[in-house]
């Protein structure tokens, strides 16, 4: 907001407006902030479903051919269970004539059921080795899994290399998944096995180095004796048969419960359990095979859900499991929470997208065939409103603290070649505006006074002392060309034609900010105005350059300060009056853009939350008759859909994009965006056809589209929250600079 300086010694006492922007600025702060976290949260979501999918980068690499020089021979060579008693390596052999069925990667909502399944059919455990991640999306199968009398190991929290990993990145995996375990079924597990181990003779030096890490953790690593290689499908028989150890001898075997089709395992592990049960083995976990292995021969070793576990363990809680409790019993509840919100976001905001897509590419395309027709029908030789019009024209300029601008506004109207009276109704400016209107002695300019009351109140105002039946209303810090009246007014010929919407254009382009408005103003209202006005729906006739018939604005009740967005609400109540309004697009403004972001996103707020306000304010239009139905059912939902509901979700676009850019595939979102990059492009080369503009301007689009229309996003977002909230805003002003004067040229 401008003023004069304040006299010397004297501070000026602030107006009404000031008063109220003060007030709307501090209580629209927690909405910003409201705004900002809802952004935040979505983007978080999003975040933790990638992650959770690990898929990030190339964290899925394998070492091979590493030199095992620092791993000792008995380690080697040794059993498949790892532990670091006392600080000191050991391997632990599975007791002759025992079986321990080890399943990885799950768990797995289609597999890791019926895998139990057929373990409780059979009455034998597993040890189930699960990846943190898929624990935090199907809580209830660990915890089904636990009740059931099984064994869970980690497994990693992503499923990565843990040999190229740093110590740090070990351990945050380790913790992740154990904060998973203790989520979804309260408990940790002193388990470890490594993605893409196999045998310990397969330890290499870098790997080494990990174990020696997780040992000093109190980690038991767990490794194979047999594979089932049922990850390569290679057939039931295969299966069984790679499962199935020497003679005599007991095994750590591998099968799968994730991680691919798990049919041929489910067929396969049956008839394993069978055939190995017939050789008068027995089935255990890890930590029944250790037990095993410290008692006296003669031992239990019998079978069943909890065979070899040590006594006291109770409710099939194996000696591995630990009760979870404190912090890490609440954080990993809250990993779980946050997690199933991000199961439940992600899906959610990907059908979003889907419909934002359509919604976009649909306006894209509409917008492209009717601006086309709508052309094509205006530059028509034949066609033509009716007899011309030449009688007189009031043109009405609100002013609050204009000075910068009113000079060159009413020296442009001046200059006018229809025959106009200038109406500056003053709106209880503090820096002279009224007084320099007066002092530039231009003919037919009349100033009239009223105290600071808002812009509404400053047009209905100027429409009560003009002279004629046909209004022009214009800002004050917009400029005519010579024959934009003229133009403006010639579909008045027509009677039906209640009101005309110029064509506003950026006059201060010179600027970043200025040009990215330029190609908005060009693409999104001029293009949009033609689709409109072919389907007599126009929402909004702008305020920088709009005619009307005086009659039409009586009858509708005048300019209300129900909304912020005056021009829409009374061009939606001429609509349900039964007027026609129409776009005239060889009637050109040259109007001064906000030039900082922070002025232009006080105007697109206003402007944003006034369209929401004029919108519900007349939705009974939705189920009128007549001219008013005829809006209600085919403009607003066109307005909503393309001005509220894509704006307000297009921002997933951009979002899926750097999610499948950081999580899927950086080369084909990249290739994506720039598909619809392309195709904005063309609308918007055939938008700067159509208004003759310079192509040079262009150029600024790819950047206008990765920082000018994030700002659009948010301010929309902003303005949903403060409607949904029920705050109200009051007119504000935009500092201006009197930089737009009379153009030069016709465009560019």
Not at 16 to 35: Q, S
Request: some cysteine; charged content about 20%; overall charge neutral.
């Amino acid at each position: 907001m401008t003023g004069t300086s304040p006299a010397r010694g004297r501070r000026r006492a602030p107006t009404r407006m000031e008063r109220a922007a003060g007030r709307a600025a501090v209580l629209h702060r927690p909405r910003v902030l409201l705004a900002l976290l809802l952004l935040l949260a979505l983007t978080c979501a999003m975040l933790l479903d990638g992650y959770l999918r690990a898929e990030v980068g190339d964290d899925q690499r394998v070492r091979s051919g590493a030199s095992s020089s620092e791993v000792p021979d008995d380690i080697l060579d040794g059993g498949p269970i790892l532990t670091f008693p006392g600080g000191q390596a050991e391997t632990v052999s599975v007791p002759d004539r025992t079986i321990v069925l080890t399943f990885d990667d799950g768990p797995d909502p289609t597999w890791t059921p019926k895998v139990m399944e057929v373990l409780e059919e059979y009455d034998v455990p597993g040890t189930f080795f699960v990846v943190g991640s898929m624990v935090s999306r199907h809580p209830d199968i660990v915890k089904d899994l636990i009740e059931q009398g099984n064994e869970v190991g980690v497994h990693t929290f992503t499923h990565v290399d843990l040999s190229y990993q740093s110590a740090a990145r070990v351990t945050r995996e380790m913790e992740q998944t154990q904060l998973a375990l203790a989520g979804a079924a309260g408990i940790t597990s002193t388990l470890f096995r490594a993605p893409y181990s196999s045998r310990t003779d397969a330890i290499d030096n870098y790997s080494w180095q990990v174990y020696q890490q997780l040992g000093e953790d109190g980690y038991t690593s767990v490794f194979i004796d047999t594979d089932s290689e049922d990850w390569k499908e290679p057939g039931v028989a295969k299966i069984v048969e790679g499962a199935t150890p020497e003679d005599g001898e007991g095994t750590s075997v591998l099968f799968h419960d994730s991680g691919g089709d798990r049919t041929q395992t489910l067929r396969a592990l049956p008839k394993y359990i069978e055939k190995m049960q017939a050789k008068g083995y027995t089935f255990t976990t890890v930590s029944g095979a250790m037990a095993e292995q410290q008692q006296p021969a003669g031992g239990s070793g019998t079978g069943g859900p909890a065979a070899g576990a040590p006594s006291g363990t109770g409710n099939g809680l194996q000696a591995s499991h630990h009760p979870a409790t404190g912090t890490v019993l609440y954080e990993g509840k809250a990993l779980v929470a946050a997690v199933t919100v991000a199961e439940w976001t992600v899906p959610a905001l990907s059908a979003g997208l889907v419909v934002v897509g359509v919604a976009v590419m649909g306006r894209f395309g509409l917008m492209l065939v009717l601006a086309r027709r709508h052309h094509r029908q205006r530059n028509r030789r034949r066609f033509s409103w009716g007899p011309p019009v030449t009688r007189p024209v009031s043109v009405i300029v609100p002013a609050y603290n204009e000075k910068e601008c009113i000079g060159n506004t009413l020296r442009s109207l001046a200059g006018s070649t229809h025959p106009i009276e200038i109406v500056v109704v003053d709106d209880g400016s503090t820096d002279g505006t009224a007084e320099l209107a007066e002092a530039l002695g231009l003919p037919g300019v009349r100033v009239v006074r009223q105290e600071n009351a808002g812009k509404p109140a400053a047009l209905n105002n100027g429409i009560r002392s003009a002279r004629h039946d046909i209004v022009v209303m214009m800002d004050g810090d917009t400029v005519f060309e010579p024959d934009t009246v003229g133009r403006l007014v010639q579909p008045f010929a027509d009677p039906s034609v209640g009101a005309v919407a110029g064509n506003a254009k950026v006059g201060n382009r010179s600027t970043l900010i200025g040009a990215w408005q330029h190609i908005e103003y060009v693409m999104g209202f001029n293009l949009d105005r033609r689709m409109y006005d072919l389907l007599r729906c126009m929402p909004t006739i702008p305020g920088a350059i709009g005619a009307f018939r005086r009659e039409a604005v009586l009858q509708a009740g005048g300019m209300s300060e129900d909304t912020l967005a005056e021009d829409t609400d009374i061009t939606i109540a001429l609509h349900r009056a039964g007027w026609r309004v129409v776009y005239e697009e060889h009637a050109r403004a040259w109007t001064e853009a906000p030039r900082s972001l922070r002025q232009l996103w006080s105007q697109r707020y206003r402007w944003s939350y006034g369209t929401m306000q004029a919108l519900w304010k007349h939705r009974k239009s939705l189920t009128d008759r007549g001219p008013s139905g005829r809006f209600g059912r085919v403009g607003m939902p066109l307005v909503v859909l393309f001005q509220v509901v894509t704006p307000v979700f297009a921002p997933l676009i951009d979002v899926f994009t750097v999610y499948s850019m950081l999580f899927v595939d950086f080369r084909a979102a990249l290739l994506a965006w720039f598909a619809v990059l392309g195709v904005q492009l063309v609308c918007a080369a055939y938008a700067f056809r159509l208004d003759r503009e310079k192509y040079r301007y262009l150029l600024m689009m790819p950047l206008q589209q990765l920082a000018y229309r994030q700002m659009m996003y948010l301010v929309l977002i902003h303005s949903c929250v403060t409607a949904l909230t029920g705050g109200r805003l009051r007119w504000q002003k935009l500092k201006r600079t009197g930089e737009v004067g009379m153009p030069s040229g016709t465009g560019g």
